[in-house]
């Protein structure tokens, strides 16, 4: 499957930026929000909500590469119609929230079905974090087989940090760190560490395998724009030179 060329490009370079609008952000005053963010930051690509308005709203902000997430699959076809560049399974923390949970049988199918929908169009699809991580890896593994074209990780939604300060950060991103170190051993496609990251941990998600991160909710729970900025140029930062910012930038969630 083709990639964008420049989503291709950060991926090869393990420096990718994925900003996260949010799965049930329906609202295109809060979309336009975050994808002017992110394109000011210097995102790579901004995660929206699977709705064919939200698509060209995004492109109409400057959105270079535009993602779609859902967990139904017959929403792709028309947010592909719409302009999108690549469709995603997953961003699965919201669901979490409200008692659902997704076992590795039903992202296969899920991936089944889409794959069957869009058979042209890239594809990602998220590992749910709560299945051990020699289950994730394998599920991974049959995703791959199954179509997938990139595989996301996640996990700060069940992370409790004890800590303050910079081992929170840490803390926070444990699980996701180790779901990316696991499943980017067992796959040769591109793996995303998405959820409870930070400026601080962006270094450590590439270090563990990743060849691209994902950020929500630092960035789509701030009311302010010009604070959405500052958090996606301090990811871009951490990317870019390989180290956290300012402290003071990075402790958002």
Known sequence: MTLPARL???LAAR???????GLQTF??????????????GGADLVD????????RLARSCGVATVCVSAVEPDRFPAVVAAGADLVEIGNFDCFYEQ?????????LELTRRSRTLLAHVPLSVTVPHRLPLSEQQRLA??????????????????SSPRSAGIQGLIEKAV?????????????????????????VTAPMAIAAGAAA?????AVNRLEDTLAMVAVVRSLRQALTTGAAPALESSIRR
């Open 8 to 10: 291709t490009g950060c």
């Open 15 to 21: 420096q990718g930026l994925k900003i996260i609008a």
């Open 27 to 40: 609202a295109p005053e809060r979309v336009s929000q975050v994808c002017n963010a992110a394109v000011s």
């Open 48 to 55: 929206i909500a699977a709705d064919p308005q939200l698509v």
């Open 99 to 107: 008692g659902r949970e997704f076992t590795g049988a039903e992202v």
């Open 141 to 158: 593994e049959q995703l791959v087989a199954a179509g997938a074209d990139l595989i996301q990780t996640e996990g700060g939604t069940s």
């Open 175 to 199: 699980p996701t760190l180790a779901a990316a170190h696991a499943v980017s051993r067992a796959v040769r496609v591109p793996v995303l560490c998405a959820s409870g990251l930070s400026a």
């Open 213 to 217: 991160i994902g950020v929500g909710r």
